[in-house]
């Protein structure tokens, strides 16, 4: 599920509507896309995931505009809570600018006329493939995360019906040798996105495949999480200000990313850095992956 | 479109009489009251407040029925309390309006409207869910006649920061001890909304009492 290969039928059309599209929302649609029963139904959803922290509730997914791996899960979700004082930014891998944060935002701006905007603390709702700004969010916005896989247990356990009795009866066990596999094997945690998190100190969630250097942020976040996993049919939450701890072991605490470059655009040491290859004679460079903190950082110096 | 003109004021598809609307605008007004439900859900005590001009039969307030409309359809059991199911015209605007099955008990029940709380059954009596399936339990919601959050029984949990006091006058003596017996049940257990006239405030399940 590379951002290459990834193509939208709708985008063309949707970005011949303009983004500055001020006459309102496309009268072809209802507001949001979605129809208000399917709203109703994701909105009941979101609630009973608010109130039973990282468990996955089931819901009535929809088929959308888009295929799946486009964020259909989390575009479903954003559609039941968006209204139109909301200012939507989407990101993608932290870029605003890459073609499935663009879609999507062109997508609610034509069905919804919602402001948009690249600036992280302007947002009040926060669209998300994989990764969490790197400026600490607010009380006042939510996180919409897309999820892919949103069993944690899955890959171990393949049968539905006995991952949910795993969670029921809390028998994490399998996942903690996964882990020290890992160390077993490579002589530390090699997971290094998608890594398990246990929320309120009860289910064990994936945390939809950001990468572990962003699971810190969301301990005791300010802001509303809430994840959409469209193709398997689940959304869960973490309410603001919930715990939620990294596995690990005593003798192999949980560690973050490091890099021993810093950003070459804007010179930040404590970002997530993306690998860019330059040319086909080796040359690379590193950059930062949050598109937004990346310009603000560069525009301030300037 | 319910609601916007006089004609569904007339009598409705099962010839019952409606004298009041809903929503002026459905889809804004119920996306605007359930941003108002998550914030309370989302921040377990804190009270959120909205301001409402719906015209709601007697003895529902005006945040009872916008959370009704809001949430309740063709999919939701909804169990009345004999206080309200008494009411004929606050029993036909919810079957009107949001096209709820009512159901005679409360074990059926999806969510609950309780409008007289000092009679109500107890919170294990509602659907609280399973081990596997916790989601499947009852919503209620309950009207109170004051909320406030400046003082009253202590509050921890997912949601809120340290700590966070409420105090709703209306409630029957010993719902405090009930609700931090509802979060000893985690992951199963009923979600409350507590809806004043032109507040509310939620208890999800995750919610601790120093009683």
New interface residues.
């Given amino acids: 599920m590379t951002q290459s290969a990834q193509k939208n039928p709708a985008q063309s059309e949707a970005v011949e509507h303009g983004h500055a599209d001020k006459i309102g929302p496309d009268p072809n649609y209802?507001?949001a896309y979605l129809d208000?029963?399917t709203?109703?139904?994701i909105?009941?959803?979101?609630?009973?995931?608010?109130?039973?922290?990282g468990?996955q509730?089931?819901f009535a997914s929809r088929e959308m505009p888009m295929p799946y791996g486009w964020g259909t899960g989390g575009v479903q979700v954003t559609a039941?809570?968006?209204?139109?004082d909301d200012v939507l930014k989407v990101i993608d891998q932290g870029a605003d600018d890459t073609t499935n944060a663009v879609s999507i935002r062109q997508f609610f701006v034509r069905t919804a006329a919602v402001e948009t905007t690249e600036h992280t603390e302007e947002a009040s709702i926060i669209q998300t493939r994989h990764r969490i700004p790197e400026k600490p969010l607010s009380?006042d916005q939510i996180l919409v995360y897309q999820v892919p896989i949103p069993e944690p247990l899955r890959f171990l356990e393949p049968r539905e019906s006995e991952t949910?009795?795993m969670?029921?009866?809390g028998e994490y066990g399998l996942m903690h040798v996964k882990l020290y596999e890992d160390i077993a094997t490579h002589g530390h945690i090699a997971t290094t996105y998608a890594y398990p998190v246990k929320v309120?100190s009860?289910?064990i969630m994936d945390p939809s495949p950001t990468p572990k250097f962003d699971n810190p942020k969301m301990h005791?976040m300010?802001a509303?999480q809430l994840f959409g996993a469209g193709r398997e049919k689940r959304i869960y939450a973490?309410?603001?200000?919930?715990?939620v701890y990294s596995l690990d072991f005593e003798d192999h605490p949980f560690e973050i990313q490091q890099w021993e470059q810093s950003c070459e655009l804007c010179g930040a040491e404590n970002t997530f850095l993306d690998e860019v290859v330059t040319d086909d004679r080796g040359g690379r460079m590193f950059v930062c992956s949050d598109s937004d903190h990346c310009n603000r950082k560069r525009e301030a110096a300037e | 479109m319910i609601g916007t003109d006089s004609q569904t004021s007339g009598r409705g598809a099962e010839g019952i009489a409606v004298t009041n609307v809903g929503f002026d605008n459905p889809v804004l007004q119920s996306q605007a009251m359930y941003r108002v439900l998550l914030s309370a859900m989302s921040r377990p005590g804190h009270i959120v407040p909205c301001e409402l001009l719906l015209e709601v039969p007697a003895s529902l307030a005006q945040t009872t029925a916008a959370a009704a409309l809001t949430l309740l359809d063709f999919d939701t059991p909804l169990w009345l309390d004999p206080a309200a199911a008494a009411q004929q015209a606050l029993v036909d605007y919810l079957r009107f309006h949001c096209g709820c099955p009512i159901v005679e008990a409360h074990g059926h029940a999806a969510f609950a409207i309780i409008t007289d709380p000092c009679k109500m059954p107890s919170l294990d009596a509602f659907p609280e869910g399973s081990d596997e399936y916790p989601d499947k339990s009852a919503t209620l919601l309950i009207q109170v006649e004051r909320l406030d959050d400046s003082r009253g029984v202590v509050l921890r949990g997912p949601g809120i920061e340290n700590k966070q006091t409420i105090q709703g006058k209306g409630l029957p003596g010993g719902f405090w001890q009930q609700v931090q017996e509802n979060h000893a049940r985690f992951p199963k257990g009923v979600d409350i909304v507590l809806c004043a006239e032109d507040r509310i405030a939620a208890l999800p399940r995750t919610t601790q009492v120093e009683v």
């Fill in positions: 209802n507001f208000e029963q709203k109703r139904m909105r009941r959803a979101i609630l009973k995931a608010v109130a039973i922290p468990y509730v089931p039941s809570i968006l209204g139109p009380e949910r009795k969670h029921a009866l309120n009860h289910y005791r300010p509303l973490i309410p603001p200000h919930t715990a």
